[in-house]
């Protein structure tokens, strides 16, 4: 019983993660989308059993999507999520998307963030 409620909050955590994730590349809107980032690197420190979904889901996230802005903010949360924890199993597949998808002008292209006064 207790591995089965163990495996449903696992769930819950990944579920949130994508949704902080989406939320963090722009694909849905939030206030404040830096703290939806800073969300998703928190869960994949402290959930090492979260880890390679959080990089299978960037993976997807930024391969041909329709907004260059969101590929980069995916990029960036995919760097990240790399300062802070590493994948389990998903490094080979991660190593080959980097690869094959980012940009090195990638930062050039994201709009300057709006300043508050």
Same mark, same amino acid.
């Given at each position: 019983?207790? +591995?089965?409620?163990? +495996? #449903?909050? =696992?769930?819950?955590? +990944?579920? +949130?993660?994508?949704? /902080?994730?989406? #939320?963090?590349? /722009? *694909?849905?809107?939030? *206030?404040?989308?830096?703290?939806?980032?800073?969300? *998703? *690197?928190?869960t994949g420190h402290a959930e090492p059993s979260l880890r390679d979904e959080i990089f299978c889901q960037l993976i997807k996230q930024t391969t041909q999507t329709p907004k260059v802005e969101w590929q980069l903010l995916g990029f960036r949360l995919i760097? =990240?999520?790399?300062?802070a924890f590493m994948p389990e199993k998903a490094s080979q597949q991660l190593l080959a998307h980097i690869a094959l998808y980012a940009n090195p002008d990638f930062e050039e292209k994201l709009p300057e963030p709006a300043t508050t006064v």
């Open positions: 019983k207790m +591995a089965k409620t163990e +495996a #449903r909050s =696992l769930k819950k955590k +990944a579920i +949130a993660t994508f949704d /902080n994730m989406l #939320r963090y590349m /722009n *694909v849905k809107s939030h *206030v404040y989308p830096t703290t939806t980032g800073l969300a *998703v *690197v928190t760097y =990240l999520c790399l300062s």
